[in-house]
Each structure stands twice: as C-alpha cells, then as structure tokens.
C-alpha cells in the first residue's frame, strides 16, 4: 500500500482564481491519478499524470484548465485554473502501486468551494 | 467503453441482518473489478478486488463479493452489518489492456440502522 497526503485538504476560492493541489507519496510509484468527485456523484478521471512527459487527459478535461505536473515520483500538482462555481468539488489523487493490476490507492480529497 | 452500474442509490438495513450492495458491469474482454468504501470526511479506502480465480472473493473489514460473469455482476457482501458499516460504497471497474485508470459506478449509500 501507500500513504497519500493532499495540501489543502480545503479552501474556499474566489471566482476567476486559480489553486494548486499537491498530491505527495511516501514512495516511489509510476502512475498518479487525479479525479473530481462533484458533490454527490462519483469520482470522474481528469488525467494520468505520468512522470517525465505530458499529462494524458480524459475526455472533457483540457490542460489549459487543469494542468499537472509530475516532477518525480513521489509527487504532483493539479491547478484548477480560471474557477467557477461550477468547480466546487473534491478532488483526490491515486495512486497505482503496479503490484496489482489496476488496485489503487487514495488520497484524503481536497474539498473545494469557489463563490 | 467500460461502465459500471450501482442500481441502488441508497441501501437500509437492520444491524445484525446480512447486507448486499449491487453492481453490474459491462467491459471489453476480461475485467478486474473493485469495491471502495467512503467514510464520511474521509477518503476512498480499497475494501477488495476480483483479477481471476475463485468468483467468491474476500476482503476488508469482513466484507465479500461474488463475481458472477453469466450476469456481469460483481455485488458486495457482509453476512451480518454493523452500524459503522454505514457508509458511501462504490464499485469500479478497468479492462485487463490499456491504462490502470479505473470507472467508478455511481455509490451506494449504506445505512446500517442499530
């Protein structure tokens, strides 16, 4: 298994800002996930943030609005740029230990509200 | 495509009474299917995983489920609920080629009543 943080574990934004999550592991791992889980819904994958080349983005999600950075393995970043309201959700990062297909593990969320 | 279906948003039950979470799936080739369990204010912890093998599969905090490929169902199981039980359940699913990204079903909300 893995140990996850996430900063902030909440905020509450203005309109038109921007805030940056960082998503830290406790060892090194391949693949990191970022998803959104809007309040009362499921969890919906943004992107696979792979280290040392570009983000791979799911369906509806660009990176103009939700660029990451993977600078190594332990770590990431996903900005939620130009927020609106519509924004308002938690967003967590996974990981897959590649120990098992497909098992992965999540990161406390960050609940944000933007106004 | 995989999808995933949870055709149950909210599940009551006794403490004590056996206790079942509904998931239904559809996926290209074979699946590698998952159960996450929510606490509130917390975030998704892994409860277990059918890859191959027994189609009876345990797991956490005494939970089980059945993988059934005739009816494409994957549904949790616990012989006797507890009230912490209480919980948002959701089932996920990913196919056996591409990346490890999973599909989460839509959650069962699961209250155990004491």
Known sequence: SAVISQKPSRDICQRGTSLTIQCQVDSQVTMMFWYRQQPGQSLTLIATANQGSEATYES?????????????????????????????????????????????????????TVL | AQSVAQPEDQVNVAEGNPLTVKCTYSVSGNPYLFWYVQYPNRGLQ??????????????????????????TSFHLKKPSALVSDSALYFCAVRDWTGANNLFFGTGTRLTVIP
């Open chain 2, 46 to 71: 892994f409860l277990l995983k059918y890859i191959t093998g027994d189609n009876l599969v345990k797991g956490s905090y005494g939970f089980e489920a059945e993988f059934n490929k005739s009816q």
């Open chain 1, 60 to 112: 509806g999600f660009v990176i103009d609005k939700f660029p990451i950075s993977r600078p190594n393995l332990t770590f990431s970043t996903l900005t939620v740029s130009n927020m609106s309201p519509e924004d308002s959700s938690i967003y967590l990062c996974s990981v897959g230990t590649g120990g098992s297909p497909g098992e992965q593990f999540f990161g406390p969320g960050t609940r944000l």
